[in-house]
């Protein structure tokens, strides 16, 4: 049994697709690729797709992850233009590694964001941000299906910080983008509680909801301060050479 990894966006106006939206999506791209999918066991056989910490709804995302289970071989680089091309614009299959190491859903464990924050100067985005970074707790509140939870959002925020904008614009209107890198905890910090902290510490309330984009997801780098690529380690491992080869090097003569 084969195993692939892919990486997949969510853009555009399909950045408003549920989880559960996109997985009928992809389970029809795979009849349409016809691939070659394992199922699972039981009365109602499934495809074995393994999805991971997919972004919530409305927000849109550069670095979603899946794994799939083959029953016969395929290159991955073909398997990911066949998949792409069977999906909408804007769910888009952009990589895919065959799975040669354990744990992906092990090295999910961050995500960079940026969130655009239309009709809000720059200059009050900073103070806000200072006012969050200097906090030392930021309690917020989410509703869930047990009522209302608050929890401190401030522990799962490595980096939250204002970016210069670059574009052009098509209105003269302000706007300010954060970015934001936050580790994927127990409860999830996610990109609007964090907009919630900053209505609590600064009272900053942007007129209209913030465009909110995962740019990454991976491992926190201590040391660089980064998120690294998840699929890294299976590519590294495809062009290792096997213990047969080193082997076979170690005795060949010189």
């Not at 999918?37 to 972004?55: D, E, I, L």
């Not at 969130?115 to 930021?138: I, S, W, Y």
Request: charged residues 25%.
């Amino acid at each position: 049994m084969q195993r692939i990894r892919l990486r997949y966006t969510k853009r555009g106006r399909l950045r408003f697709t549920s989880h559960r939206d996109f997985q009928r999506a992809f389970e029809r791209a795979l009849r349409r690729a016809e691939v070659p999918m394992a199922y699972s066991a039981g009365f109602t056989p499934h495809p074995k797709v393994s999805y991971a910490n997919a972004a919530p709804t409305g927000t849109g995302s550069e670095a979603e992850y899946l794994e799939i289970a083959l029953t016969t071989a395929r290159d991955p680089e073909k398997l990911r233009v066949l998949l792409d091309e069977s999906l909408p614009t804007g769910l888009d299959i952009v990589d895919a590694v065959e799975a040669r190491t354990t744990g992906l859903a092990d090295r999910l464990t961050a995500s960079v964001w940026e969130l655009r924050l239309d009709g809000v100067e720059p200059a009050e985005a900073e103070r806000a941000v200072a006012a969050f970074n200097a906090a030392e707790a930021v309690e917020v509140q989410r509703m869930t299906k047990n009522g209302v939870r608050t929890f401190d959002a401030r522990p799962a925020v490595v980096q939250l910080e204002t970016q210069s904008e670059t574009a052009d614009r098509p209105t003269d209107q302000p706007c300010a983008i954060l970015r934001l890198v936050v580790r994927h905890v127990t409860p999830a910090v996610r990109p609007d509680d964090v907009l919630s902290g900053l209505r609590a510490v600064a009272d900053l309330a942007p007129p209209v909801p913030a465009a909110v984009t995962r740019l990454a997801q991976g491992l926190f780098d201590e040391e660089t301060s980064t998120v690294t690529d998840p699929l890294a380690p299976d590519r590294e491992a495809a062009t290792a050479p096997t213990k047969a080869e080193t082997a076979a090097a170690a005795t060949a003569p010189a």
